[in-house]
């Protein structure tokens, strides 16, 4: 019976643990994918989850709108309603993922910008309280291709001519870009188009089906050192996509431009990449024959102070340096010997170039005797700036600080509805304008998408290496879909996430309150057996201490019972000897089992020795003694024995 009891002990503690284990409490959250791209026309899929242990609850997705909120959809029960434009245009299914998680799996057959695209709200609402979370479906189309137009491809030096940049452009709304690739005697030396003017504010309108139609104008005054150059324009998007979109860009336009000087002033290339190419600046004659001879060509450049200062000149075919200190950093070769062949080039070694020292303006001049009835002659170019371009490099990574609070923390967990401020600094290149962008990734979503938030941006300062340097800080509320939610930020980016350059990332996690078992539903599955294995064994343990405990009473009990029961057989043994007719000097005396013999110790205290083999020898004399005035035979004495034996077991 008391193994049955135990066994019984231990199956109760291992339910009652279980049972401990499915009450602990299970917050109510939603979690929803925090951006959802669609292409137009296309089909998109997603899913939203609510965790509830409210059978009774109801959960609703409501569309935010200037004029309020539309209520697109409202589950109650596994079961769905949606409103009129829904119901046509997507399916809507639920099902349950354990006892407390049900999810809302939506499809939408045909993405419309006017139908589906905005910002969203998705609330539960149960007994416990009620939870919500943002999502944003944001809609996508590929752009046509681009077209590119000039209102003169033939122009004078310092005409200005107007480039047109038309098309659709596909949504969302793009920024606008004009490139040039430079050309020298017909010949492409820089094969990579740059580019030299954008606008992310561009012309054009949205059309019905909300795609962009661009038409956009560039205003441009070509140099000399813009003849034979070929132009283009493209497009890019502010904000950060997780789709790859096909590129736009268009046709190409060259321009064959005058010039009515004769001394001509260009660089090679116009936009430098820093540290990547040399820094070459060439005066040459456009003329030659309207020279009967020349005197000397002069090399100027424009300091930091804003004068123009002479840098070298070549008479003859002597070289003469004005600027000790560019002599150690530059090499120079030119002739004056005849005007056909008359030059002057300087060419500054890319690891010597200082930045932005040596991107400023230069200036040509000459001085010579005309043809026919000129005579001397002298003339000065228009200055002309060599650019440079640099790709940023590094960046901060993210601090993060509890929005008011002032003061950056190392925590990356926080509780459903803290808002917090990401802050990142860094490079962004040669590009004054330039921004460092956000994007995100929740957990389980498989690529970056931009933030809808707005960042704030600080002033540019200059940094070393030719590199502008700015932060930028975007304020975002925590919610239950935070489970696990990684941030980028980064600079020198093209269209889509996680194409910078310069680039970092922080992760924050959703902090969930102490009753709360877990974030997922496998998660408090998991949770919900391990309380209840650890609460069944804090039970069994217990259970087993009792048991040990009662076990050990009952066995020191039972001892006591068997000691009083010997000492009534071995007195009813000797009075039934005594009655069968025995001599009174062989009449069995009677035997008084003592509760307990003196120790050693006690004897010496009261009898004055110690000697243990003494008292061993005493104790056996008497019990032979007695055995023989009792008159017992051996095999009487066995079986007492045995008898002895049989009752302590």
Partial sequence: MEQNTFTALILFSVFFGGSIAQTVPVTTYVTTPKVIEAKLGEEARFYLTYTTPDNSSEFTVSRLGANGTEEILRVVDLTVTTNANWTMAANVQTSAVDGDTRRVNVTIYQTDFVTHEGDYVAMVTGSDGAAQDLFTIRTLASPDQLSLSVSSRDVSEGTPIQFTCSGNTGRPEPVVHLLQRETYNGTNQNATFHRVLSDTSPSGSFLENGTFSLSHNFTWTPTWQDNLVEFRCDISYNIGLGTALSSAQSNQITLNVTSTKIIQIETKPQIVRYKEEDLVVVCTLNKPETLQNLFFLQLKRRSPSGTLNNVVSVTGATIQWQDQ????????????????????????????????????????????????????????????????????????????????????????????????????????????????????????????????????????????????????TVTYNITSSDIRTEFLCESGYSSQCNSGTAKQFVTISLDLPSSTTSTTPEAESNTGLIVGAVVGGVVVLIVIILVLVYFLILRRKSAGESSTDLSNDNTTKASSKSSSGGSTNNQIPEIKIQPRKKTNKEVKDTEGYDNEALDEERVARTQNGARESMGLSNGHSNGVADEHVNVRM
């Fill in 325 to 472: 200190t560019l002599q150690n950093r530059a090499n120079v070769t030119g002739t004056v010997a005849s005007p056909p062949t008359a030059h002057l080039s300087m060419v500054i070694r890319k690891d010597s170039v200082q930045c932005p020292l040596d991107f400023t303006e230069y200036e040509c001049s000459l001085s010579g005797f005309g043809t026919g009835a000129t005579g001397a002659f002298s003339e000065i170019t228009d200055p002309v700036k060599v650019s440079y371009t640099v790709q940023p490099m590094l960046i901060e990574t993210p601090k993060v600080r509890e929005a008011g609070s002032g003061v950056d923390t190392s925590q990356r967990e926080f509780r459903n509805g803290t808002v917090i401020e990401l802050t990142c600094t860094g490079q962004i290149g040669s590009d004054q304008n330039a921004t460092i962008r956000w994007c995100a990734k929740t957990a389980g979503a498989p690529t970056f998408t931009g933030l809808s938030n707005a960042a704030v941006h600080s002033m540019t300062t200059s940094g070393p290496n030719c590199q502008n340097i700015r932060s930028s």
